[in-house]
T-cell receptor, first 113, second 116 residues
Framework: KNQVEQSPQSLIILEGKNCTLQCNYTVSPFSNLRWYKQDTGRGPVSLTIMTFSENTKSNGRYTATLDADTKQSSLHITASQLSDSASYICVVTYSGGYNKLIFGAGTRLAVHP | DTEVTQTPKHLVMGMTNKKSLKCEQHMGHRAMYWYKQKAKKPPELMFVYSYEKLSINESVPSRFSPECPNSSLLNLHLHALQPEDSALYLC???????????????FGAGSRLTVL
């Protein structure tokens, strides 16, 4: 079954600290993996997108890694800010059929001063 | 213009009402989507339009009726909804429908629907 699992479910860190969010998937065949940031009550915003041949991609203080062999991805946030408080969603594109997006349940991050 | 605009932001309706959610983008994207998101859950795909034609309907009840009047607009007509339909409805668009990296979804801010 094509699934995307994220951990932890929620995370609290202090402002200025780093953190790493995990995403494991069983989607096959897969086209690409995306990380989205979603503020409460808002639509998701794309942070990174990686194909199976890419190992790492950065977007400012966000760095995503991908290991297509172990089917694992991580999102590392450096020097966290209060505005980083949001849900972070891992989305894998299933490329068998009509290229369906498989969403993870998300990690809710709270950054405290 | 790199935004997807959704209106209204909030909607409260009774089970016998007829209302519509609207979505607009001017990025030249040819694929548009409706997602439903319940609290603390990931978005669930409802419909996909590609080149103004309905290409995917994820077995959505007929009380939800999508419409794509032109390449920039996407509507979701609501009729005889149930309280369990209360959710955040997200519109998204992408350059094309394919799963390649070029077709990154751009989401709107969502319409918060409450059915009484």
């Amino acid at each position: 079954k094509n699934q995307v699992e994220q951990s932890p479910q929620s995370l609290i860190i202090l402002e200025g600290k780093n953190c790493t969010l995990q995403c494991n998937y069983t989607v096959s065949p897969f086209s690409n993996l995306r990380w989205y940031k979603q503020d409460t009550g808002r639509g998701p915003v794309s942070l990174t997108i990686m194909t199976f041949s890419e190992n790492t991609k950065s977007n400012g203080r966000y760095t995503a890694t991908l290991d297509a062999d172990t089917k694992q991805s991580s999102l590392h946030i450096t020097a966290s800010q209060l505005s980083d408080s949001a849900s972070y969603i891992c989305v894998v594109t299933y490329s068998g059929g009509y290229n369906k997006l498989i969403f993870g349940a998300g990690t809710r991050l709270a950054v405290h001063p | 213009d790199t935004e997807v605009t959704q209106t209204p932001k909030h909607l409260v309706m009774g089970m016998t009402n007829k209302k519509s959610l609207k979505c607009e983008q001017h990025m030249g994207h040819r694929a548009m989507y409706w997602y439903k998101q319940k609290a603390k859950k990931p978005p669930e795909l409802m419909f996909v339009y590609s080149y103004e034609k309905l290409s995917i309907n994820e077995s959505v009840p007929s009380r939800f009726s999508p419409e794509c009047p032109n390449s920039s607009l996407l509507n979701l007509h609501l009729h005889a909804l149930q309280p369990e339909d209360s959710a955040l409805y997200l519109c998204a668009s992408s350059r094309g429908q394919g799963g390649s990296g070029a077709n990154v979804l751009t989401f709107g801010a969502g319409s918060r629907l409450t059915v009484l």
